[in-house]
Structure formats: structure tokens, C-alpha cells
């Protein structure tokens, strides 16, 4: 190993043996974690504690629990799903030329039927942004019953905490000469809560009401707090047992690993990247600064506040009488933004059908022109629309996600101080944002980008809510906005990246690089340095100087990758932030150049590598978290990538255990051979969750045919 061995100062003892009074013991662990002040109410043991029951979390769990281990999930809602359910995006986004193979993890397949099977049909919304649009409220009900029935084939054993936050991180010193790893998270402390007596339900006030009191040790006169400690559980599986379901005897032999294993691990699949931040592991936020590995970025310097907009999803019914729909107090100051967009798009009947998850007529035939489709009473349409209830801020005083400054600024880095690591008022904005986007569905007469004489009531609409609501929510928002970008970690450094692991827009993309765009923002040894990242197979010619940059032809298919553990396909589709704050400002305008990377990208892997956070061992990334570029981050988001990607960290995670392995471990003396990764490959393979896609090959140039 490259990396010298050490030995953990806890190694070999178990914080299940110290008293819930040794709190000091504790604290002096980690600069994170401190005394709660009040006292624990319990413990609980896991294997893989993972943080987000999104679907990378889910996905996380059902491969944990198949494995045979206790995988215990935190959730700050009530439902697990992210995407398909608290976040109400029930519209699973996908690539025809995917879909058409059915080319996904087992997991999400497994999903995918049971859709089907509760449903009768996999889009009984009839929508046709998808071949998939249900009900938020069905998604998590049918994925709750996916991870039950896997803890009982696999005999594990899932430990569901809805309504729970991470508030604090017990980390293991730093060890000497050992810059990018070596430590280790030995517990975490939740808060869970609940409904205080005579109060209305979870679910009633809106998500900017409740989330600072979430994370607060003390009980409120809203909510009865629980506060619980999750530790590893106090015996592992010996290294080294027999090759795991689907093996075979001509497997490479599996080497255990110097440092000797963990414990446990825990996951961050989280929405936002919030362990990322509480743990203070290297991340990037925002756009990346133009380079050769990511020339498309709006600005040669980087800007960490401006992040993909985020969205409160609703549904909207349509009813057979004109209903009076109250105009919000707040709506004149949201008004200016509201748009169609795009003349093309300028339709209700179009934005309504675009996610419309509930047809009373299924079975009907429609028009092929989305404008023509017809609108029946009782039809239900989830809305998630750029310049409607998108909410897209970009400056350092209405940005969404925090900053490492702005985190430290405001005590979140200190000994219990995380808050979640979110702006509130910004959230609440984004409430009234998409409350005020209904009213404009129903009434609103003026387009912001396309001008008066385009937008026409259309009064025949109500917004849903209520707790059996498609939002399962009292205000009728989704319960947790969707979250189209995060922290993003840095991977750990090595010889072709030193400055740490990260998959770059150049990795995936299918821009046009020729375009005058690189030559004029790039200099002329930048431009020659993307073009041997794009030149496959032609780039030695030009490294020897053979041949010119303008004789180099671009390879037709994303970056292979050695450690390749999961799959994903989408198109690089941005929502970027507004130019001016606040979004809502009159005549504001999207950020100049933010959009110049979009456009359709190859079939990528997830690399093992962009999984692995710097500093700490037993630690795993899943979902949009992951290293990846600002522009890639705009493809690595959706449904069957979150699926994954969490699929890999579960599996990656069980491995690990078993072999007395971490994971670093598989991936550091690549581009050397690594015996043991070749295993977890061929696990990942023989368990249907697939690592390349078919005729993945440096030799093979035909991926142009991927859509």
C-alpha cells in the first residue's frame, strides 16, 4: 500500500462499553460533536447507518438488507422515496434508448413493476414528459414495501427513523501523515421528533416553519423531541467468509486490508450533502471555474452561490365549475417571474399534461400535439416548471445552501451548532414562490418572458392539499423541496488528479468542443489540454505532437473507469440561478453563460473513486452528492443514477465489512490492478446492477446511437 498503516487510538474497543454519562470521552473525539443538552434517550446499532431515505438512500438499504445487514435510514420527512414521493417529483426521468432496454439496477426495476402491478399500467397519469407519472403519496408506500420485503429475502433487518435529523458527528483525530484519510465517524447523535400533545399533525406547517426547531435538542411547544445515538453494532462478520451469493470458484481470491476494516458505515445520501458539511470533508458548491476539464462554466472563477434552482412541487385538480381560488398576499411580489418560458410552450393544457400524474380516462387516445390533449374533471397534474415554482437564487444573500464560510460564519461548524446547513428564509420564498405559480396557472394574465395577450385564466383548477393529498401535506406543498444539486465532494488525490478525484463535464459530455466558444474563453495550451481529455484513442498522436488540435478527432463515448460501480444517462439539463436577488426582482434574467454546457450527454459510469469522501474511511457518498462537476452534476441527478449510485454505496458497504476491507483500499494503486475491486465488480454484475453499459469498450465508437 502507498499509504502507510496506522492503527485507530479506539481500535478494539466499543462505545457500546462506555456509560451515556462518559459525554466528555465523547466529545474529545471529534471537533463536531459535542454534549447534547439534555440527555440521550437511547442508542440504536447498525451496520450501514445511512443518512436520507431519498432513492439513493432506499437504494442504499435495499442492498444493504439483502446483504443480510441492520440498515438503519434517517429521514428528515415522514416518507421515504426523495424524488418519487416527499419531494413530489413522481415522474421518473429517463433516456428512450435506456428505457428501451430496461438497461437499470435491479432495485429500480423491482420499483418500476411494482408501480406497474399497483397501477395496472406503469403511467396512470398518463404524462408525457415520462413513461411513468403516479401519485407522490403511492410512492412511498409502493418503496416501503420494496425495502420491507428485501430485509425478509435477505434476512436484515431495516430500522426506519421518519422525522429524524443527524445533528452531530463523533470523528476520530486526524492521524499523522496521513492528509487525505484515516479517520473514522464512531457514532452520530439524531433528534427525532413528534407532534407535541393537543398540536396539529406532522405535516400541517410548512418546511420553513418547522426545521430550525428540528434540529434544536429541546422540546418545543410543537414538537416532543427523542434524541438518539446510532453506534456500530459491538460484533462484524469474520473477514474473508465464503464468496457472496452468485460467485463462482474462478473469482480472484479476496486480500484483506492492511488497515484491518470498520466498523460500520455511514452513508450520506441526503438531498443536499448535509453530512458532507457537518463532517467538513472537502466539497465543492455551485459552478466550478472554467478549465479544460470543465470549459463550458459560466465564469473562469467559480461561484459557489449560484446552484441549480430548486423547486416546492403541488398538484393542481381539474374540476368541472370555475372554483374561487383566493389570490395570496404575497403574490404581486412573485408576479414578475411567472412565465411559459418559450412561445413553443406557451399552453396550459401542455403544462398541465407535461406531469400530470392522475387520468380519468386512461385508455382514451390523445392528439400528438400535448396542446391538443384534453383536460377531464378530476384530473390531477403535478407541476415543476422552470419559470413557475422553480426557485432559482444565486447570491451570497438568498442562497439556499450554505457555504463552508457562511457555515462557519454562522456557528453551524462549531460543537452543536448544525442547523441543517440551509437558509430558511430562503425556503420559505420558495413556498410562497409556488404558491403564487398556482395562482398564476388559474388567473394570472401576464407572461413575464413572452409579453401580455399570451396567458389566459384558466379558473377550472384547485389546489390540492390535505394529509390524504397526492403531497400528503395540510399547506399542499411538497414536503421537501427537489433538490437538483448539492455539496458535491472532492474525491481523494492521485496521480492524474491531484487535486482530488472529480468526474468532469469532458467526461460525458456530447457539446460540440470545436465551437469558436473554447477557442476564444480558452488559452491556447487550455485548449490543446481538453482536447487530450476528448481525443480517446487520437489524443498520444497529439501528446507527441503528431498531430494538431484541429486533425484530432473527439472520442464518441463518456470516460471509462476502472473502478466503474453503477451506471446513469440523462441529459445535462440545467435550472440555473437568476442573475439579480431576489429571483422574483422584475425583468431579472437567468445568469449569463450558465446554460452553455447543456445538451446531451453519453452513457457515464459512477466510479467507485467519486463515492469516497477525503478524510474519513467508513464513510460512503451516494446520489447527487457525489464527485461530480457542476456540469455533470446536471446529468448525475436523476431517478435511475440516485438508484445507482445507492445500490453501489449498499453493496460497497456489506463487502467492505465482510473482507475487513475500506474502500479506499479498492481503488488506490489504480491504474494498477486492483484483485479485490475485481470482486466487488463482479458482485455488483452477477446481483443485476449494472457497472457499463452494453459495448462499453475504448474500441467501440458507436455511441452516437445512445439518445
Not at 64 to 81: K, M, N, P
Not at 344 to 357: E, K, M, T
Not at 486 to 500: D, K
Request: glycine share 10%; proline share 8%; net charge neutral.
Amino acid at each position: 500500500m502507498k499509504i502507510p498503516r496506522y492503527l485507530f487510538w479506539l481500535k478494539g474497543r466499543s462505545l457500546l462499553s462506555l456509560s451515556l454519562g462518559l459525554i466528555s470521552v465523547i466529545s474529545s473525539i471529534s471537533p463536531v460533536f459535542s454534549a447534547p443538552n439534555r440527555n440521550l434517550d437511547r442508542e440504536e446499532t447498525c451496520d450501514i447507518l445511512v443518512a436520507g431515505g431519498g432513492l439513493a438512500g432506499a437504494a442504499t438499504a435495499y442492498e444493504g438488507l439483502l446483504a443480510g445487514r441492520t440498515v438503519c435510514i434517517t429521514e428528515i420527512t415522514d416518507w421515504v422515496g426523495g424524488q418519487i414521493s416527499s419531494q413530489g417529483t413522481s415522474a421518473l426521468d429517463e433516456r428512450e434508448t435506456q428505457r428501451s432496454l430496461l438497461f437499470y439496477p435491479r432495485g429500480y426495476l423491482e420499483l418500476r413493476r411494482r408501480i406497474k402491478e399497483h397501477y395496472g399500467r406503469l403511467n396512470p397519469g398518463g404524462c408525457w414528459v415520462s413513461y411513468s407519472c403516479f401519485m407522490p403519496y403511492n410512492g412511498h408506500k409502493i418503496l416501503f414495501e420494496v425495502l420491507q420485503d428485501a430485509a425478509k429475502t435477505g434476512n436484515g433487518k431495516l430500522k426506519w427513523f421518519p422525522n429524524t435529523v443527524i445533528k452531530e458527528l463523533a470523528i476520530t483525530p486526524a492521524v499523522a501523515g496521513n492528509a487525505v484519510g484515516g479517520q473514522q465517524i464512531k457514532s452520530a447523535i439524531a433528534i427525532s421528533h413528534k407532534p407535541a400533545t393537543n398540536t396539529p399533525p406532522i405535516n400541517t406547517e410548512t418546511l420553513s416553519t418547522t426545521i430550525e426547531d428540528a434540529y434544536r435538542y429541546e422540546n418545543s411547544p410543537r414538537f416532543n423531541k427523542t434524541i438518539i445515538r446510532f453506534i456500530p453494532k459491538s460484533s462484524q462478520t469474520p473477514p474473508n467468509p465464503p464468496l457472496p451469493r452468485g460467485g463462482n470458484s474462478s473469482s480472484p481470491p479476496l486480500q484483506g486490508g492492511a488497515r484491518g476494516g470498520v466498523d460500520w458505515f455511514v452513508v450520506d445520501a441526503t438531498e443536499t450533502g448535509e453530512l458532507i458539511g457537518l463532517a467538513d470533508v472537502p466539497y465543492r458548491l455551485g459552478i466550478d471555474p472554467r478549465s479544460p476539464l470543465e470549459p463550458s462554466s459560466g465564469t473562469p472563477t467559480g461561484d459557489a452561490y449560484c446552484t441549480q434552482g430548486f423547486t416546492y412541487t403541488f398538484a393542481m385538480e381539474a374540476t368541472k365549475e370555475p372554483q374561487q381560488n383566493q389570490q395570496p398576499s404575497f403574490y404581486q411580489q412573485y408576479a414578475p417571474y411567472y412565465s411559459y418560458e418559450l412561445q413553443r410552450l406557451a399552453s396550459f393544457p401542455l403544462v398541465f399534461s407535461y406531469r400530470q400524474i392522475r387520468s380519468m380516462k386512461p385508455d382514451e387516445p390523445r392528439p400528438a400535439d400535448p396542446k391538443l390533449f384534453p383536460i377531464y374533471p378530476g384530473d390531477i397534474s403535478m407541476q415543476n416548471w422552470t419559470w413557475g415554482n422553480d426557485y432559482r437564487p444565486g447570491s451570497s444573500q438568498d442562497n439556499l445552501i450554505y457555504s463552508r464560510a457562511q457555515l462557519e460564519a454562522n456557528g453551524q461548524l462549531q460543537p452543536g451548532g448544525w442547523m441543517g446547513g440551509l437558509r430558511t428564509e430562503t425556503l420559505r420564498r420558495g413556498e410562497e414562490n409556488a404558491k403564487g405559480f398556482f395562482y398564476w396557472l388559474v388567473a394570472g394574465t401576464t407572461d413575464s418572458q413572452l409579453g401580455n395577450g399570451v396567458k389566459k385564466p384558466y379558473p377550472n383548477n384547485r389546489f390540492l392539499s390535505g394529509l390524504d393529498s397526492p403531497m400528503g401535506t395540510v399547506h399542499g406543498l411538497s414536503k421537501y423541496p427537489y433538490m437538483r444539486e448539492g455539496r458535491r465532494i472532492i474525491g481523494r488525490p492521485s496521480l492524474s488528479q491531484p487535486q482530488g478525484f472529480t468526474v468532469w463535464e469532458v467526461d460525458m459530455s456530447r457539446a460540440n468542443f470545436k465551437d469558436s466558444f473554447y477557442t476564444q474563453n480558452l488559452s491556447a495550451e487550455e485548449y490543446r489540454n481538453l482536447w487530450l481529455n476528448l481525443g480517446g484513442l487520437n489524443a498520444p498522436a497529439l501528446a507527441v505532437g503528431s498531430q494538431s488540435v484541429e486533425n484530432t478527432k473527439s472520442r464518441s463515448r463518456a470516460t471509462i473507469y476502472p473502478d466503474a460501480v453503477g451506471i446513469g444517462h440523462y441529459a445535462i439539463d440545467f435550472h440555473p440561478c437568476m442573475k439579480n436577488s431576489p429571483p422574483e426582482a422584475p425583468g431579472n434574467i437567468e445568469r449569463e453563460g450558465t446554460r452553455k454546457g447543456q445538451g446531451q450527454a453519453y452513457p457515464f459510469q459512477i466510479p467507485l473513486r467519486a463515492m469516497i469522501p477525503q478524510k474519513i474511511d467508513n464513510m460512503l457518498v451516494a446520489g447527487k452528492s457525489i464527485a461530480v462537476s457542476h456540469t455533470a452534476a446536471a446529468a448525475y441527478r436523476v431517478h435511475s443514477f440516485e438508484w445507482s449510485a445507492g445500490a453501489a454505496a449498499g453493496i460497497t458497504a456489506a463487502f467492505s465489512l465482510e473482507n475487513g476491507i475500506i474502500p479506499y483500499e479498492l481503488v488506490d494503486e489504480l491504474p494498477s490492478r486492483e484483485p479485490n475491486l475485481e470482486v466487488l465488480q463482479l458482485r455488483l454484475q452477477q446481483n443485476n446492477n449494472p457497472i457499463a453499459f452494453p459495448g462499453t469498450s475504448i474500441f467501440n465508437s458507436s455511441w452516437q446511437n445512445w439518445k
